[in-house]
């Protein structure tokens, strides 16, 4: 494997917090630059103008960390443009400072805390995807409370529900021990849903799902809009319309939209 895609797989392990998607997916990564030292640049972009300093941040710094683990780098400069805060966040990410002391008293609330938020909130997801699929293959969702993690590992696997379980198993750490012989499906606090409250649970995720779906449809229509891309020639009218008939300030990620 070259070191360009050994970047470009490094990279691709980074996630949105908020989207629990990875940024190459997403394409905010734009260009990937490696001189002869070992010395890594990664530019990124991001939807729009004003999106989250913490956000954007905390992506910055898993880029760096994710790159610099590869043992023939040598340096790591990762690269936010057009952005409200690039020189803020591009200043700290190279001397390798906290969110905290990057942004002084304007930062807002503990970076890990907003990480763990978001973790949380994708193993949400994770569950509800993998849930969905179970009972769509036949499974009971109140059979589905009972399973151990051993259990859900030993399920007849095809390939996307293998996938989902992994993904989902990623996760599960998040809020409580995951071993074995812990309940496979538990809630935020690490706690077993018991069958009878099953379906209402898994009702209860599937409006975070449907959240997070939304805000990452925003997300790649704006960024489509922002900088005068396509989405995929095959898809249905939708969202990149409805951005592309705003004006054109709003289009340009310059002047937020009014709460």
């Not at 001189?35 to 729009?48: E, Y």
């Not at 969110?99 to 304007?106: K, L, N, R, T, Y």
């Not at 609330?109 to 993998?130: I, N, P, Y």
């Amino acid at each position: 494997m070259s070191r360009d895609s050994e970047v470009w797989r490094q990279l691709g392990t980074v996630v949105d917090p908020e989207l629990d998607e990875s940024v190459t997916e997403l394409r905010f990564v734009t260009a990937v630059a490696i001189d002869a030292a070992g010395a890594v640049q990664v530019t990124f972009r991001l939807p729009t103008y004003w999106c989250a300093a913490n956000f954007a941040f905390l992506m910055a710094e898993d880029m760096r960390l994710a790159v610099a683990s590869l043992p023939w780098v040598t340096e790591v400069e990762v690269v936010l443009g057009e952005h409200m805060y690039a020189e803020t966040i591009n200043t700290g990410i190279a001397a390798k400072r906290s969110f905290q002391s990057a942004f002084g008293d304007a930062a807002d609330g503990d970076l890990e805390a907003v990480r763990r938020t978001f973790l949380v909130k994708a193993f949400q997801r994770r569950q509800v995807a993998l849930v969905e699929h179970l009972m769509a293959k036949g499974y009971a969702p109140e059979a589905l409370a009972g399973l151990a993690i051993a259990g859900l590992r030993s399920l007849d696997n095809d390939d996307a529900l293998t996938t989902l379980i992994a993904r989902y198993l990623d996760r599960r750490a998040v809020v409580g021990p995951a071993d074995d012989l812990a309940p496979a499906f538990v809630d935020e606090a690490g706690l077993a849903v018991p069958p009878t409250a099953f379906r209402a649970h898994i009702r209860a995720l599937r409006r975070v799902a449907v959240n997070v779906e939304f805000n990452g449809a925003l997300c790649r229509g704006l960024l489509a809009a922002r900088f005068n891309e396509e989405e995929a020639a095959d898809r249905e009218p939708g969202l990149l319309d409805f951005i592309h008939a705003l004006p054109a300030e709003k289009r340009s990620g310059e002047t937020p939209w009014p709460k």
